[in-house]
């Protein structure tokens, strides 16, 4: 059964392998038969491809010829063209070559006629010159003989002179010569005198009208200065507060300030009064802020008081630098800029003495332009003119020179220096701008109502009494209150006992009563304050 079933698969196997090769060998066939009839269409095409091909290269080749013809043309026209041009342009360079050849042949044709023209007429020229040249020597000869004859004339006619005057030649030129000088000596001194009247009245008219020309374009403003200022309040209860108990408030700030304080009946108004415009000053803000925040007690009042002392000093600086600004002057030393901001608390015979020195300057300045000088000098020497005015302690030193050696000491010019010396002659006027300041220095305090004589007497007896109490050992501070009739003097309790106090208080009044002169009394009060401090950690 195995042998049947093997067999019978070994049968079908051959089978099977006969049909698949019969199968490939058709396929084979056909196989080869499309590739046969594929070949021979494709060579056809082939062919035909080739031949189109060749059909396109001889068109193209043709139409290459054709067309290279024509651009060959196109260039030897063009090459003919450019020729032709080219040869235009040669001709008309050469033309015009030619032309400047010909111009230029014509004007040296023209030149060597007109310098054969030249040199003809300069051997004319030379010709009658050496005509003339021999009329002249002929006529020179003629005009010797006639000055020969001339002399000999002049010498006969002197003879003659001589015998019938009895006076030589030179004694008569001599006599002739001294009477000429004399008369024209006697005209020149007329002329002077003449011109010097008429210059005379001339300048006085000038100055005259510069002066009012100068007065007219300046404002002046009212510079009076009062030594008593009033403080509003808004209520009379606040007077009590600032009289304080048993009045220890108001004698902490007259103490504090140096000016006296007058509380009285004048309605809502406290009357501060102090010829020192500064002391009256810091007074009068350190009310301001004592009644603003509301504690007015000594120690407080001190507190005030040093604060408002120290803004002064920066109001001081501002303002000088502010007026500074104001006039136009530049490069002021600092120190300058302090002094000018103290003139604002300063007056010369009740005139305040900034607005009288900006006075001085906006004249000096207008003056000088009038004359044709430097007006912005001539400000700057009226603004300083009166700085020796400014220091606290009185010099023995004229203000004006001491003016002068600030300036100098502070490097202002030499004319500005000058003119701050010389403006009350204590020195020599080297420039013209000295006698400009001194004319409108005293323009400005001359003027009707500028200053007040009694006042600065009164303002230089309350300095006196209070440098005169300065000068005793211990004494710090002294200030001459109610017009002079009290001087308060305060002194270091740690230096001065109170046996000494009442002794500095009767040499005190012992020397004002020798030294000087003044009306009614003068009372002396000498305060000497101990203070202990001590502080709780």
């Not at 000093?313 to 000088?320: A, P, R, V, W, Y």
């Not at 004589?453 to 005169?468: A, C, F, G, K």
Request: glycine share 6%; net charge neutral.
């Amino acid at each position: 059964m195995t042998h049947w079933i093997l067999y019978s698969i070994a049968g079908t196997t051959s089978h099977w392998l006969l049909f698949s090769l019969g199968g490939v060998i058709v396929g084979a066939a056909a196989v080869a038969a499309v590739s046969f009839f594929n070949r021979r269409r494709l060579m056809r095409e082939t062919a035909k491809v080739v031949s189109d091909a060749r059909k396109e290269a001889d068109s193209i080749v043709k139409e290459a010829r054709v067309e290279a013809e024509s651009i060959k043309k196109d260039k030897i026209l063009q090459a003919k063209e450019k020729f032709i041009e080219l040869k235009a342009e040669h001709e008309k360079i050469i033309n015009q070559k030619n032309r400047k050849i010909a111009e230029a042949e014509q004007r040296t044709t023209q030149k060597e006629a007109r310098l054969s023209q030249m040199i003809e007429e300069q051997k004319k020229k030379e010709r009658q010159l050496d005509s003339k040249l021999a009329d002249n020597e002929k006529l020179s000869e003629k005009l010797t003989r006639r000055n020969e004859e001339l002399e000999r004339l002049h010498n006969i006619q002197v003879e003659k002179l001589e015998e019938i005057s009895g006076y030589s030649a030179e004694k008569a030129k001599e006599e002739l010569f001294d009477s000429l000088k004399e008369e024209a000596r006697a005209n020149a001194i007329q002329h002077i005198q003449e011109t010097i009247e008429e210059a005379k009245l001339t300048a006085k008219n000038e100055a005259k009208k510069i002066v009012i020309q100068t007065i007219q374009r300046t404002a002046t403003e009212d510079a009076i200065e009062n030594s008593v200022s009033t403080f509003n309040i808004e209520s009379d209860d606040i007077k009590g507060r600032i009289i304080g108990r048993e009045g220890r408030n108001i004698r902490a700030l007259e103490a504090a300030t140096g000016v006296e304080i007058i509380v009285d009946d004048t309605p809502e108004a406290i009357i501060l009064s102090c010829f020192d415009p500064v002391r009256r000053e810091i007074a009068r803000l350190s009310l301001h802020k004592l009644v603003t925040d509301g504690r007015i007690h000594p120690a407080r009042i001190e507190e005030v008081v040093a604060k408002t002392r120290k803004q002064i000093e920066d109001e001081i600086i501002s303002t000088g630098k502010r007026t500074a600004i104001d006039l136009g002057i530049h490069g002021l030393h600092p120190e300058l800029i302090k002094v000018i901001g103290r003139m604002k608390y300063r007056s010369s015979y009740g005139q305040n003495l900034l607005q009288h020195s900006r006075e001085v300057a906006n004249l000096a300045a207008t003056m000088a332009a009038e004359l044709g000088l430097n007006a912005k000098l001539a400000k700057r020497a009226g603004l300083l003119h009166d700085i020796g005015k400014v220091p606290d302690t009185e010099s023995e030193t004229p203000h004006a020179i001491l003016g002068m050696e600030w300036a100098e000491k502070y490097g202002e010019q030499p004319e500005v220096c000058n003119a701050i010396g010389a403006h009350h002659d204590e020195v020599e006027m080297k420039t013209l701008l000295a006698p400009i300041i001194q004319v409108c220095d005293a323009i400005s305090g001359a003027r009707p109502g500028a200053r007040r004589q009694v006042v600065e007497s009164y303002l230089q007896r309350l300095r006196e009494l209070e440098e005169m109490a300065l000068g005793f050992d211990g004494v710090v501070k002294a200030y001459a209150i109610q017009a002079g009739r009290e001087l308060r003097v305060i002194v270091e309790s740690d230096k001065v006992s109170d046996q000494q106090a009442a002794e500095i208080s009767y040499q005190i009044s012992q020397k004002i009563q020798n030294e000087m002169t003044y009306p009614g009394q003068v009372r002396v009060i000498v305060i000497r304050e101990t203070r202990a401090v001590n502080i709780a950690k």
